[in-house]
């Protein structure tokens, strides 16, 4: 039996600051955020596989600062503030694209792929001397892992593969680079970016929010995981990143009163080419039989990561949260990314990436599941922008949605002094406290 790896998780104590409302509503805490915080930590930006060939880049937008990932012509990406070095126009607004070289919309100069100035109009009218061949585009400190492009505005950061420590090791597995998306949104909410973050950072409210017609001392939801936090690994890093693993893979609340498997779990199970009438009245067996059937019929379908798996990666789920804004829960064959950046402005709003992505195995035919539901393996999504509340984002982060502007509006009240932790809240509890410090000057 493969064991869990736990040993490069340092599992700190907190330290037991009091974390207060203002923290989401202040706009001197989010200053601070500016100058302390952002710029000195690795981002995660884009997807590398959305830059193929040399030319090819993608804009994103990150609170006040917009960046440009470029596909190199000795097939590197660099990452550049999006920012004219001349009078600070932005160079572009398109979203993705290809080109040859980037000429600036208000006086047409025109930079290189590498960053160089080429061409500026009237270049012998500069006291300062032809700007060409002396100007460049600033550039961001730029890696690439997961088949995803980080960032760090920090230019003495130290190296991503240091900054994501058993992360790094533990998503090398699942081949991630190679995995397409099928479910692409991008939310304007009304809360602070930290509210979503403490959301993912702790399990507690699952049986509340998302099984509310179920009492709190249940624990098993719909999805067929146990979610007691006695039976649940919590791990910390000393980089500030954490990693939650529920046992999964159970048939207790998809049963019916005569026992009898329903969906999805009775579609998954008949997938694996298990029957699920034979565990009738065995909601307990079915974890082990579908980590049996995976490891047994997945190379055949092509699912070529399942050798570097654990038996316990076929049921359960793998959730992380990246210091300081990044969740993902990691299934066997399916990447949930969730992702909270800063509003440029207002510490009330923040944006709210939600994305699926999911392996690529080369003779499945089974659609992929999303937590909005069924799509077709050949069916990539396209990304979406919208409003909360304009859109459905799938049930469940629907019910995380009408937490998160509940809270908001809470976090604001006279009658909210501090937050009261749980013991299985510490990973919230040590994410405030890295962020003040941070604020001091202190790095993990």
Known sequence: MNVVNKKSWDNPVPKGIEVDGSRYSSRDFMEKEWEFLWPKVWLLLGREDELMNPGDYQTEEFGRESFIMIRQKDGSVKTFYNVCAHRGARLTNNPWGKT???????????????????EAQDHEDFPEGDPCGKLKLKEVKCETFAGFVWINMDENAISLKEWLGPVWEDWQAYEIDKWKPYLMQTVTMPCNWKIILDNFNESYHL??????????????????MDTSYKTTQFDLSKQGHNRMIMKGGYAFATMNEDGEIRDPLYSVMKEWGINPDVYKGKPEETR?????????????????HYKNLRDEQFTDTQHYTLFPNFAVSVWTDGFHFLRARPHPTDPEKSLFDHFWYASQPDKETAPVRTT???????EFAE??????????????????????????????????????????????????????DYFNGVKP
């Not at 099984?211 to 067929?224: D, L, Y």
């Not at 909005?372 to 050949?378: A, F, L, Q, S, T």
Request: glycine residues 10%.
């Open 100 to 118: 040859e070289a980037f000429k600036c919309p208000y006086h047409g100069w025109v930079w290189s792929l590498e960053g160089d100035l080429k």
């Open 207 to 224: 049986n509340t929010v998302h099984a509310p017609e179920k009492s709190v001392t249940t624990k098993r939801i719909a999805s067929g």
């Open 288 to 304: 082990e039989a579908l980590q049996k059937a995976k490891r047994a019929v997945g190379p055949e379908r092509g699912y070529t």
């Open 372 to 378: 909005k539901g069924i799509v077709d393996r050949n």
């Open 383 to 436: 990304r979406q922008f919208f409003n909360y509340g304009e859109e459905s984002m799938g049930q469940t982060i629907d019910q995380d949605g009408v937490i998160f502007a509940l809270q908001q509006q809470g976090l604001r009240s006279r009658g909210f002094d501090r937050a009261y932790y749980a013991n299985q809240e510490s990973r919230v509890h040590r994410f405030h406290e890295l962020i003040e």
